[in-house]
């Protein structure tokens, strides 16, 4: 869907596959311009990159857990892009 009309970014799947390092700063900076290039385009990728600073930060707080929803949100969300991409 999103990755058909933005065709000249990544994908939603590039960008997923991406996003923890993006996050991390460890892509080179011409991933890191395509992922951000992506997530200025979808709402999707971007909720998901809010999820993963979630799971960052909860990572971070020794006390906090990662709240298994979040988790699933993100495998749930990832195996509906799998699946959107493979039906294109
Ligand atoms: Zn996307």
Redesign the pocket.
């Known amino acids: 869907m999103?990755?058909k009309i933005f065709s000249r970014n990544y994908?939603?799947s590039d960008?997923?596959e991406h996003l923890q390092s993006y996050l991390d700063g460890e892509t080179d900076s011409k991933t890191a311009r395509k992922v951000a290039a992506?997530?200025a385009?979808?709402p999707?990728?971007t909720d998901?990159l809010s999820l993963y600073q979630q799971i960052k930060v909860s990572l971070r707080a020794p006390k906090v857990e990662v709240d298994p929803q979040v988790l699933q949100a993100l495998n749930d969300f990832g195996r509906r892009?799998a699946q959107s991409d493979a039906q294109s």
């Open positions: 999103f990755g994908s939603c960008t997923l992506h997530l385009d979808c999707n990728c998901e892009v």
